[in-house]
């Protein structure tokens, strides 16, 4: 008699394309506010300086100059490490922070313990404002230019992000490239070494109980999908699918059903999104299947359908009408098999992308473009600035800081001299001890 173990795991997946969009209205907003001018090509203006975290380098003109830090590091909160931004905070010993980091630590530096918050660094403000950088997937074929602030929301929600060739371990392919690219890679270099299935449909899939992972492609659009087979000691096999792409990407709702032998298990949830096979471990979500059920044969037969995110939303939304309508028919409304209406664009991207790269290198340098030229100048000889450089504080908020700063030093010396006078009565003690013990003896 067969029976049938159906676990059903849904999550709301709106929330990340809401994100997106709300980026790229900001990124509109910042682009329409601040314009970059060209690089000029005129030899005579060239002109190269070196400082303490990057290179000026020879493309200058009336608006803008491109500048090459050698530390990308150097215009990051010292604390999250995330890209600073206005308003930047320092304390007297000139340690920087974000605002955010400035409020969880309660206005106190964690390097110098020295108050922080009521002095901001206008230098770096500055140089932020006027601050326009390309995106680090340039390479993957992303042509996007946007203010320093930006940069780590975009390439957070990037269409370009690096994904790596699932068969790189198996056969030692080292493709590295946008999901488009890795879709049309794939393809072309590994297409054997896929099972092919369409958005929709049921696909049987024959799973054997060595195979870590089988390597899934969607006939129309390429989208690479794994499907992922974990032995578990002493419990079975943990099987789980997720989709190779952006880590922001919308989901894949998926279903699938195990038989073996006179069983029937069903599992449906939706896929995350990953750009490695090593990002992370697979999905907490998972059908788990008792080791016997791949039989003498060592092989497990699979019933998969991936539904195209758009189609599934679709499908819900009608769903839940019928089910507000009658609820008596919201079992049979469920289980009815959709018609897709069209080609979703799985990749989201804007344009073509360019061949990837067999060779993921690491980025050691950052080119950026200041808007205003004046930004890294002295504004008192209008010279470049060189280092070091020094910070005039208003008459207000120095008093300010250098009372906060003492009435701290003087904290923290009362406690070292409690604890020397606590010290010397004890040492006094042992001595007193030491006399007693020698006077006994004698």
């Not at 106190?108 to 995106?135: D, M, W, Y």
């Amino acid at each position: 008699m067969d029976c049938e173990s159906h676990q059903t795991s849904e999550v709301d997946h709106q929330g990340s394309s809401d994100r997106v969009e709300d980026y790229e209205e900001r990124e509109d907003s910042e682009e329409d506010k601040e314009e970059v001018g060209d690089d000029g090509d005129d030899e005579d203006d060239d002109d190269e300086e070196e400082g303490g975290g990057g290179v000026v380098e020879a493309s200058r003109n009336d608006q803008s100059i491109t500048v090459t830090l050698t530390d990308p590091q150097v215009l990051d909160c010292m604390i999250c490490h995330n890209p600073l931004t206005i308003p930047v905070f320092q304390c007297v010993n000139e340690h920087l922070t974000c605002s955010s980091c400035c409020r969880k630590l309660g206005n106190k530096c964690p390097f110098c313990h020295s108050p922080i918050g009521s002095n901001r660094c206008r230098a770096i403000e500055k140089v932020l404002q006027s601050i326009q950088v390309t995106c680090e997937n340039t390479r993957y074929g992303c042509t996007k230019t946007m203010s320093y602030r930006l940069k780590y929301i975009h390439e957070k929600f990037c269409n370009y992000a690096p994904c790596s060739c699932p068969l790189s371990s198996s056969e030692n392919c080292h493709f590295v490239g946008s999901q488009e690219q890795l879709n049309k890679h794939f393809s072309d270099s590994h297409k054997n070494s896929a099972v092919k299935f369409q958005y929709n449909k049921v696909s049987h899939i024959t799973l054997r109980v060595n195979d870590k992972f089988l390597v899934l492609q969607e006939e129309i659009e390429g989208v690479l999908f794994i499907l992922n087979n974990r032995s578990e000691k002493k419990l079975g096999n943990v099987i789980s699918v997720n989709c190779i792409g952006p880590t922001w990407m919308s989901s894949h709702f998926y279903d699938i059903v195990a038989r073996p032998e006179e069983t029937a298990l069903r599992f449906q949830c939706y896929t995350d999104c990953i750009q490695n096979l090593m990002d992370k471990p697979p999905s907490i979500a998972f059908l788990l299947v008792p080791s016997k059920s791949f039989g003498c044969c060592g092989q497990l037969k699979l019933d998969l359908c991936i539904w195209r995110c758009e189609d599934h939303e679709d499908e819900d939304e009608e769903d839940s009408e019928e089910g507000d309508e009658d609820d008596d028919d919201e079992d049979s409304d469920s289980d009815s098999d959709s018609d897709s209406d069209g080609y979703g664009d799985g990749n989201d991207c804007d344009e073509e992308d360019d061949e990837g790269e067999y060779e993921e290198e690491e980025n050691e340098f950052l080119t950026m473009t200041l808007t205003d030229r004046q930004a890294l100048d002295c504004q008192i000889c209008c010279n470049p600035l060189t280092a070091p450089i020094f910070q005039m504080l208003s008459n207000m908020k120095s008093t300010e800081v250098m009372r906060a700063t003492l009435t701290t030093q003087l904290a923290e010396s009362q406690k070292r001299a409690t604890r020397l006078e606590s010290g010397k009565a004890a040492l006094e003690e042992q001595i007193a001890d030491v006399i007693v013990a020698l006077a006994a003896a004698e």
